[in-house]
């Protein structure tokens, strides 16, 4: 099956720096979704972007499906971005919606 | 937009007793639900999908008889862990798709521990 990596693992940032966290995947995808998870658990979607680049305030992203990597910008960042960013994906071999999880990247952001 | 609610949101259970987590698609059916499971600081697995109207299709490792997903209607799930051990203690949490739509949203979660 398709292999997701994120990196980096872990990340501390202080508030206002921006930051790149990266998603790679071994084979081609019909879906790719970020995910941001609260501290409660909840999965917040951010993006759906299979490919392209897309904008939502102080978080962007871009994924290059050629090349099999996504990227999420984090810009200015706040206290409350700290959380687990996940990168998913699905891919057309799977069943259609089965998204595969990367381990994520823990995000801290100090005051 | 899509809103999927899971109930209960934590729960705790006395090892030996089953117990039944429902997800539910609010406000669009759902014919293809997905169970994930993610225990401590890990990422989240898939467990199962479940089929509205027929059997769920269950990933390698998971067992059937163990966790038992009834799919009865368009708009609800229902994922019961019977037997339940302490090895069973995670987070779970469910997703669903709206039709003609490729983004899965997921409900918040179901927390469980097993004494």
């Known amino acids: 099956g398709i292999q997701v990596e994120q990196s980096p693992p872990d990340l501390i940032l202080q508030e206002g720096a921006n930051s790149t966290l990266r998603c790679n995947f071994s084979d081609s995808v019909n879906n790719l979704q970020w995910f941001h998870q609260n501290p409660w658990g909840q999965l917040i979607n951010l993006f759906y972007i299979p490919s392209g680049t897309k904008q939502n305030g102080r978080l962007s992203a871009t994924t290059v499906a050629t090349e099999r990597y996504s990227l999420l910008y984090i810009s200015s960042s706040q206290t409350t971005d700290s959380g687990v960013y996940f990168c998913a994906v699905s891919g057309y071999g799977g069943s259609q919606g089965n998204l595969i999880f990367g381990k994520g990247t823990k995000l801290s952001v100090k005051p | 937009g899509a809103v999927v609610s899971q109930h209960p949101s934590w729960v705790i259970c006395k090892s030996g007793t089953s117990v039944k987590i429902e997800c539910r698609s609010l406000d669009f059916q759902a014919t293809t639900m997905f169970w994930y499971r993610q225990f401590p600081k890990q990422s989240l697995m898939l467990m199962a999908t479940?089929?509205?109207?027929?059997?769920?299709?269950?990933e390698q490792g998971v067992e059937k008889d163990k966790f038992l997903i009834n799919h009865a209607s368009l708009t609800l799930s229902t994922l019961t862990v019977t037997s339940a051990h302490p090895e069973d203690s995670s987070f779970y949490i469910c997703?669903?798709?709206?039709?003609?739509?490729?983004?899965?949203?997921f409900g918040a979660g179901s927390r469980l521990t097993v004494l």
């Open positions: 479940s089929n509205e109207g027929s059997k769920a299709t269950y």
């Open positions: 997703s669903a798709r709206n039709s003609g739509a490729n983004v899965l949203t």
